[in-house]
């Protein structure tokens, strides 16, 4: 649509829409200027935060840093009195606690 166009159905200049767009362009352009715009274009403006990655796997990873945070101390203390965790048995305790996590309100993790 022709920027003249769109200033009509905006009721604003040329230069209104030219300030527009550019607002858009250096992503500071208002919620209220898009509602505007959506509005003249008859268009619904849909404001929305999508996951880069599945939910499911940001929790998975996130319980499994909380349990690596809760167990240290003690792998700390078991290593200084020689009864240190080898790595394979420390990830399944890892993978346990973080599944005890889960299994729990998910407001722990934060």
Do not use: F, N
Not at 83 to 99: M, N, P, T
């Amino acid at each position: 649509m022709p920027a003249a166009a769109l200033a009509t159905r905006l009721k604003m200049s040329d230069a209104g829409v030219r300030k527009l767009e550019a607002a858009e362009a250096h992503q500071v352009i208002s919620l209220t200027s898009l509602q505007k715009l959506a509005d003249a274009l008859d268009c619904e403006l849909q404001y929305a935060l999508v996951p880069r990655e599945p939910l499911e796997t940001r929790l998975k990873q996130q319980a499994l840093k909380m349990a690596q945070k809760q167990l240290r101390p003690v792998s700390h203390s078991m290593s200084l009195e020689d009864q240190a965790v080898s790595g394979s048995l420390r990830d399944v305790q890892h993978e346990l606690l973080a599944k005890e996590l889960l299994d729990g309100s998910w407001r722990a993790l934060w």
